[in-house]
């Protein structure tokens, strides 16, 4: 990964929601053709109103199992590749995260990772193609829903 922060990946959570705020937000480990990424921790509570908490430290492990010295743009420009056909201006993969309300409401969010090929190598090469800063990797087609309800605590006495 790069030590320039403009260049690392980061995934930020964003918590769009006006009445509550979300715990234990955990994004999935997903795959990116043989590569596997994984994340280290939770995140701490977001809340409500659109703040975000961004996810730094995940790690990548090659197809052997060993660990990726490259970033997660990197991999996805990979697994591109070996699509073999330059046609395909993008790239997705989907991913899922998981989350608690202040409630203990369970939700799940589903979307498509989209990397996008040729804004990656004008982002590599930025004096020979003009690069402007584009986007190079977003989400789309975002879903939630609610996969448990809370229930309210019993009391036992």
Known sequence: MSEKPM?????????????????????????????????????PPIASGGNHESVTPHYINKPDGKLCDKDVFTVFFYAWEELKNSKVYEYSIPIKATYQDEHRNLFEVRCDLVFYPQEHVNHQHPQ???????????????????????IERIDWD
């Open 7 to 43: 260049e690392q990946a980061c995934f930020d959570l964003i918590n769009r929601g006006k009445k509550s705020s979300v715990n234990f937000a955990c994004i999935e480990d997903f795959k990116i053709g043989g590569y596997y990424v994984a994340f280290r921790h939770f995140p």
């Open 128 to 150: 020979l193609t003009g690069y402007t800063g584009a986007t190079i990797l977003e989400t789309k087609n975002q879903k939630i829903r609610k996969v448990a309800p809370s």
